[in-house]
């Protein structure tokens, strides 16, 4: 796949935000995948595919700088990520399985923590808690919130975020329809700001934000 995308008005073709070149991943002696390629311009959604131990994860550990590919690379606006850690850190936000939160702090101080630590956007802590459906909880140690409601402070850390790139596995877990319909809401309105995503998932996001899949195998 070439390193060039083309927006959607048949505008000329520009350097991707997000490129990923020939690339390969070995865990232990298994090859988890290998010539993978992909390259992703503001406002595209990529929705990464596969059972259960096919990569998926490793994948987006990969794209955020946690593992180095086996061969070929991973470029941010045309640069290796390798030779700009800092600033490509500030321009991307993770939701794992785990939400990145701490559990002995309450929901307000966990979101607090978040906007202290990398930049955010001008939008008000609190209506990012009451967008997210959690506005009587703000109080509470966040190991006393449910599942759904850590992933949903989740979600807050991703409101917050004045980053470009979400990467996100499996954004729809623990969360019931109306937390499901909100994560749709959410992409929607990252990407029509020009962010892009990239998603491990078993739920289809909708057709309207998917631009690319990628099915592992």
């Known amino acids: 796949m070439p390193l060039f995308s083309r927006f959607p ?8 935000l997000l490129a990923a070149q020939s690339v390969a991943l070995l865990r ?65 936000v993770w939701l794992g399985h785990l939400g990145g939160a701490k559990r002995d702090l309450t929901l307000e101080e966990n979101l607090q923590f978040e906007c202290a630590l990398r930049p955010r956007n001008d939008t008000g ?3 990012v808690i009451e967008r ?5 909880l703000t109080r509470l140690p966040l190991r006393a919130l449910s599942a759904g409601q850590q992933r949903r402070v989740a979600l807050a850390r991703l409101l917050l975020s004045a980053a ?3 990467l996100l596995d499996e954004p729809f877990t623990n969360l019931d329809r109306h937390g499901q319909t909100l994560v ?12 892009i995503a990239v998603m491990a998932t078993h739920k289809s996001a909708g057709p309207d934000l998917l631009s690319q899949r990628l099915v592992l195998q």
């Open 28 to 92: 232990g002696d298994r090859l988890l995948f290998r010539d993978l390629s992909f390259a992703l311009a503001p406002g595209d959604a990529l929705c990464i595919e596969g059972a259960n131990g096919s990569g998926k994860t490793s994948l987006l550990r990969v794209l955020a700088g946690l593992l180095e590919a086996d061969e070929g690379d991973v470029r941010w606006q045309g640069t290796p990520i390798s030779s700009l850690r800092q600033e490509y850190c500030s321009e991307l």
């Open 125 to 127: 802590l609190s209506s």
């Open 9 to 16: 008005d048949g505008a000329e073709a520009v350097t991707p």
């Open 132 to 136: 997210v459906g959690l506005k009587d």
């Open 184 to 195: 749709g809401e959410l992409l929607r309105e990252h990407l029509s700001a020009g962010g």
């Open 164 to 166: 470009r790139l979400w």
